[in-house]
């Protein structure tokens, strides 16, 4: 009922106007720079082992079974979260929603493209920018290129996967995505020194 | 910081990551209703609280999100080991006499 409502006035005001947050913000220290990435499609998704095949196949990414990975094609990015839940990220526009749609197999999937904001930190000293706040060990032997993990920096909850062996991604709530790009300017300029 | 072995992650996590979530293998009744005020309360309230030895539910809230169970000492804080949810409570615990 409520849906339905939402849905007519959000057709009879076509032009309300979605303001990503903090977009196209940028820092650069030496060592480090920041930057605050377009914005792209993400899914949660909750699948069971016996669904896992097909929901890999629905989405053109092979949803990785290893903890702490990741798996990408054509621009889609499948992250190991935990045993039964993966985090996708479509950068290309391409809803993965859409194509999780057609899968009868057991599933569930959420769209949650608006809910996180990412941010690139990248440059050699990105990795001692990111422990200043996150006590994961990011060494290549322990955080490999394109290794993913949800934890935390600072005072909130990250996903964080490395998407070379100086770059990282950090995906965060888009109401905390303020303190976590203050954060990281603080520790880019700490990691320089 | 503690590191503390996720069995979901199979690996040593750093323990801002995880949150504890009180003792473990406490069975709820499966006739709730027809439990009497004593047992009732035991089940609800009643922890062991033991100097030494405890079985704990942990939660890896900040990484794969799952409850496991742990062993840990109180006296020393060290973790014994940690195992997933719903396996049984170990027998023989590695590095403990007796």
Redesign the interface.
């Known amino acids: 009922m409520a849906k339905a409502a939402a849905k007519k006035t959000a057709a009879a005001t076509p032009s309300a106007e979605r303001r990503a947050a903090l977009a196209g913000q940028e820092l650069s220290a030496t060592g480090v720079k920041l930057a605050v990435l377009p914005p792209a499609e993400r899914i949660s998704l909750r699948v069971p082992e016996a669904s896992v095949a097909a929901l890999s196949k629905a989405l053109g990414v092979i949803l990785p079974r290893k903890p702490k990975t990741s798996a990408s094609k054509a621009g889609r990015t499948a992250l190991w979260l935990g045993p039964d839940e993966w985090l996708v990220i479509d950068e290309t526009g391409k809803d993965p929603l859409a194509d999780c749609a057609k899968v009868t197999a057991l599933h569930s999937a959420v769209g949650i493209s608006h809910r996180n904001v990412a941010i690139s930190v990248s440059g050699p000293a990105a990795a001692s920018a990111i422990n200043s706040g996150c006590p994961q060990d990011l060494s290549l032997d322990a955080f490999p290129v394109a290794a993913a993990s949800r934890t935390i920096l600072g005072k909130v909850e990250i996903v964080l996967l490395r998407t070379a062996e100086d770059a990282f991604r950090v995906e965060c709530w888009r109401s905390f995505s303020d303190y976590v790009f203050t954060f990281l300017s603080e520790a880019a300029g700490d990691a320089a020194a | 910081?503690l590191l503390i072995r996720c069995p979901?992650?199979?690996?040593e996590?750093?323990e801002?990551?995880f949150r504890n979530a009180g003792e473990a293998h406490i069975a709820r009744s499966a006739n709730i209703a027809g439990e009497s005020d004593d047992d009732f309360e035991k089940f609800f309230f009643i922890r062991s609280n033991p100097k030494g030895i405890i079985y704990e539910r942990w939660r890896h809230m900040?990484?794969?999100?799952?409850f496991f169970n742990a062993v840990r000492d109180t006296i020393s804080d060290k973790f014994i080991m940690t195992y997933k949810a719903g396996e049984p409570k170990p027998v023989k615990l590695p590095g403990v006499a007796k």
């Open positions: 910081m979901y992650c199979e690996e996590r750093p801002l990551e900040h990484g794969c999100a799952r």
